[in-house]
């Protein structure tokens, strides 16, 4: 990855106009695809598959005028005035009648009407008004939401002077998000700190401008995506959030690895490529960790939240591509005006300026302090996270309504007025639901299960029990005794279900609890059922990952315990907030409470991934300065080696994820005091999350235990080192291709030295072919030859040594190698075909396995394929059969070929080679007893070995 990541960077930075006008179209397309396609977004929830969802669908078919969403208004009469009194009934009832008229409108109930019950409240001192709308709250227009609100303004002008009036119901409960000023006051923290950072006003706004550039494309594509998918009011801001966050993060990284090397003398482009194949490997892998925490919150199974999950996810993968695009085409733009204003060199007095030791720097003198009193340390982040997790044993969760709105908001002041003159679970209906038609008495029915409901701990009252106008289903309308986002609420709803079975025997009816209330409550139970398999899921992946990229035991599991502590601390601190009420007037929370439900799930997923990246970012470079300590080579210096790779690599990467650290913070927290009630809690935990995790974790707690583990923090055993991938997030092809820039230092289209296979068939083969040439490999057995094949097209990884074919070195290009290499397996598929197709194309290289195998015919048919073949193709041949390869070469016009004999030293030539002749010796094993010999690099004639077969077989 990292070599491909290299080159793309490398092309972006020499062609950066082509990189910028790609991306400004792909944001004018998904632009103009928001406008056209945009259908707005839908805050109803919904949880397919749930007792209360199946019920919903029932009341659709069934009883749509308790199934849609609905509003209501209350009346609060004047102090002293009775509401029922003419001055406040006339108006009232003139207003449902003007309110029946409105279009979509099912039912507008007048709390006088003789067959409402509880409408008017036990004091006389207010009346709500409840209206049933045809289908959900997105199906009701703007028109008839600006009707209802002006209806209500004139009844509110035209009762007694003291009485009060607000509207609100399902309809008005959720508000839609909108970007405010304390966002920008993020972007602007998120500058200084990228000025800082990076010493130059123009780079640190290159970050800024990918982000905003990324933002604009991710949400113009949600918006799009309304047409096809339900997306909440939530969603954009979530991607906005994080897609700003994680933009600005991956371009620091990269500019930042950029700006170090210019600094060091190094060529622009050279470095701009380095940059994307080093700090863009370890961006991409960053990226597909939370791509996976977020994609991850389908385990849930509640649509909504899918989708919420996708959509951010989708932001994030646009930064990361904008990140590795993007970002080196806007260097390119720079060149070397990149390297900004240079450090100030600290001042010493003349008479100790020579003396003067260099002072060290902050991330040194801290990293020295942890290091030297690790378990102390360790201790102490250990019992201070955990004093700050206590909050979180509190946690309640529910998803939102209008009592989390601002309280100057109509619909909160509504639902503040129905808790205070009707009771807190007027906000919250219940609903009881069945069929009925085998009953003979349905209104008897309805009204017995109502007496026996309203005898249930929890219930207020019952304020309606009847069949509908069919007589088929049924309904028992609840009110709870607590609000809708009450754990008595949730106690209520259980106990309701409990009785199913009693009432199914005694009633005959098979009852659902259903009402958006219970919708609320299943999901967020089904959220906290999905929080264990959810949590398992991400930290046995982090195990894996990391376990992947550092070749070790120890790292993975410190870095899952880390983000345990990380994850329970962030919950602690939002519970403190919002539901013991710390700080909660100073971040402007509406009412201290639940939580909203989704919040630990959505906090868990993003944070575990950008956990990550600082986890990859300080130890990586950890990682490369014991690797490369010589000390650590001895037994005895192992422990000190170890110690001094964490100061180094934290010293060198301290700087950049401190920057990015405080800019994630800044973008999250931006998010508080103003935001969505539904996104507070989450900007909450994201910023106390990355705050904690970066300087209290990674920071702290990470270099004390790896300080207390030594260099066992980098074994891992064998058995593990053999099955797990290798992922090069660090670079090392691309360093691997820098240092080998120049060999083989000719022109060879194919090159090889010390060339080994896993299998231990070919051992420190050394390989040279022209242009145009021809190179037959002989001497071991025919598996391993076809392996050797196998490995020279790309296909396979070679075990050790040097390999360089069609001008990329291997295995880090093996792409690039595949698609100018052919390769024919010989005797699997019709040859003349398969080497026709191994031609096509810009193939400068063709190898043949097998060609023993071949007929009479089919080498005549091959060996006209290779005569038409482009001028220059060079041909390999992997044959236990000299002999034949020879007859191919023959016929093919080509009779000069270099031999290489993998089973024994090379041979001295008997007569002078061909003048055009590039030959080849080998170093090898011998295929039968496994004993090395040592051969000698010399040229060999193609006619002398061919004709001494027998002797070096």
């Known amino acids: 990855m990292s070599t491909l990541l290299s080159s793309l960077g490398r092309w972006s930075f020499r062609h950066p106009w082509r990189v910028l006008v790609s991306w400004l179209i792909v944001l004018g ?42 509003a209501q208004f209350i009346v609060v009469a004047a102090d002293g005035d009775d509401v029922t009194d003419d001055a406040y009934r006339d108006g009232i009832e003139d207003a449902v009648d003007e309110l029946a008229r409105l279009d979509g409108v099912l039912a507008a109930t007048s709390p006088y009407d003789e067959m409402v019950e509880g409408m008017v409240n036990d004091e006389h ?281 601002p309280e100057d908001s109509e619909a909160r002041i509504s639902y503040d007025l129905t808790a205070e003159e009707f009771g807190p679970g007027f906000n919250g209906p219940l609903i009881l639901t069945g069929t009925i038609v085998t009953s003979t008495d349905p209104l008897t029915l309805m009204q017995d299960l109502g007496d026996e409901v309203a005898q249930l701990p929890g219930v207020r009252e019952v304020a309606l029990a009847t069949p509908n106008e069919t007589a088929d289903t049924g309904i028992v309308q609840i009110i709870p005794e607590t609000a809708p986002d009450d754990p008595a609420t949730s106690d209520l709803v259980r106990e309701l279900r409990s009785h199913h079975d009693e009432w199914l025997d005694e ?60 994850i329970v601390a962030s919950f602690g601190v939002v519970a403190a907030v919002f539901e013991w009420g710390w700080f909660a007037d100073l971040l402007h929370v509406a009412r201290t409470g639940p939580i909203i439900s989704f919040m630990p799930i959505v906090l868990m997923g993003v944070l575990f991934g950008l956990a990550m990246d600082y986890q990859v970012f300080l130890v990586s470079r950890m990682r490369e300065d014991y690797v490369h300590d010589p000390d650590r080579t001895v037994a005895e210096n192992r422990r000190a080696a170890a110690v001094r790779a964490i100061r180094s690599g934290f010293t060198s990467s301290a700087r950049v994820v401190t920057a990015a650290a405080l800019i994630m913070f800044a973008v999250f927290v931006a ?110 057995r025919p598996q391993t030859l076809r392996a050797l094949a196998l490995t020279l097209a790309g296909r396979m990884k070679p075990e050790a040594g040097r390999l360089r074919v069609a001008g ?68 390999v041949l992997t044959t236990v059969d000299p002999d034949a390869a020879q007859r191919l070469l023959d016929a093919a016009g080509r009779s000069v070929a270099s031999v290489t004999d993998l089973s024994s030293p090379a041979h001295t030539p008997t007569s002078r080679p061909h003048p055009h002749s590039r030959s080849s010796a080998a170093r090898g094993v011998d295929d039968n007893t496994g004993s090395r010999r040592q051969g000698t690099d010399s040229e060999v004639d193609a006619s002398d070995v061919l004709s001494e077969r027998s002797n070096t077989k």
Do not use: C
Request: proline share 4%; no cysteine; hydrophobic share 55%.
């Open 125 to 405: 001192t207010a009346a709500i008004v409840r209206l049933q709308f045809d289908g959900q709250a997105t199906d009701v227009s703007a028109e008839v939401t600006d009707e209802l609100q002006s209806i209500v303004d004139e009844l509110a002008a035209a009762l007694p002077e003291g009485s009060q009036t607000a509207l609100g119901g399902d309809l008005f409960a959720m508000a839609i998000p909108a970007v405010t000023i304390t966002e920008a006051v993020g972007l602007v923290i998120a500058l200084l700190v990228l000025i800082v950072t990076f010493r130059s006003f123009v780079v640190a706004g290159l970050p800024l401008l990918t982000a905003v550039l990324g933002v604009g494309i991710s949400m113009a594509g949600i918006f799009a995506a309304t047409a096809f998918a339900t997306v909440s009011s939530t969603t954009p801001l979530l991607a906005l959030m994080l897609g700003l966050a994680v933009g600005i993060d991956y371009a620091l990284f990269i500019i930042a690895r950029h700006q170090d090397q210019v600094r060091d003398g190094i060529d622009p482009e050279e470095s701009a490529s380095r940059a994307v194949g080093t700090a863009g490997s370890a961006v991409v892998f960053a990226g597909i960790t939370v791509l996976i925490a977020l994609i991850g919150l389908g385990f849930a199974g509640i649509p909504f939240l899918t989708t919420m999950g996708i959509a951010a996810a989708v932001a994030v993968a646009i930064a990361v591509a904008i990140s590795v695009t993007l970002t080196p085409a806007l260097l390119g733009f720079l060149k070397g005006r990149v390297a900004g204003r240079a450090k100030k060199a600290p001042k010493t007095k003349k008479s100790d300026a020579r003396d003067a030791a260099p002072r060290e720097g902050f991330a040194a003198r801290w990293v020295g302090g942890v290091t030297k009193r690790p378990i102390l340390v360790s201790i102490a982040v250990v019992l201070g996270l955990g004093i700050v997790a206590v909050p979180a044993l509190s946690l309640n969760l529910a998803l939102p309504n209008a009592g989390v709105l």
């Open 808 to 875: 990329h070195l291997l295995p880090g290009r093996a792409a690039w190698v595949r698609s100018h290499v052919g390769i024919v397996l010989l005797g699997d598929a019709d040859a003349a075909s398969a080497v026709s197709e191994a031609l096509r194309g810009r193939t400068r290289l063709v190898i043949l396995d097998g060609v023993e195998r071949l007929t009479a015919a089919e080498r005549d048919q091959l060996a006209a394929r290779l005569r038409d073949a482009a001028p220059g193709t060079a041909v």
């Open 671 to 780: 998010f508080v005091p103003e935001g969505d009630s539904s996104i507070k809690p989450i900007a909450l935990g994201l910023a106390a999350g990355i705050a904690i995790d970066a300087f209290l974790v990674r920071m702290t707690l990470i270099p004390a235990v790896m300080a207390i583990l030594g260099d066992r923090a980098w074994r891992i055993p064998t058995w593990m080192e053999k099955i797990l991938p290798h992922v090069d997030i660090e670079g090392e092809a691309v360093e691997r291709e820098r240092a080998l820039a120049e060999w083989p230092g000719d022109d060879s289209i194919l090159a090889a030295d010390g060339l080994s296979l896993a299998d231990g068939g070919v051992h420190a083969a050394h390989l040279r072919l022209e242009p145009s040439g021809s190179l037959v490999i002989t001497g071991a």
């Open 29 to 70: 397309i998904a632009g103009g695809g928001a406008l056209v396609l945009g259908a707005g977004t839908d805050n109803t929830f919904s949880i397919p598959g749930t007792e209360s969802q199946a019920g919903l669908e029932q009341l659709e078919r069934t009883f749509p005028q308790v199934s849609g969403t609905n």
């Open 507 to 566: 009633y005959g009816i098979d009852l659902k609890v259903t009402g958006f209330t219970a919708v609320a409550i299943d999901i967020s139970d089904q959220l906290g059922a999905a929080l264990l398999p959810f949590g398992v899921f991400v930290i046995g992946l982090s195990l894996i990952l990391l376990a992947m990229v550092f070749r070790s035991i120890w790292v993975p599991i410190t870095a899952a315990a880390g983000y345990l502590l990380s």
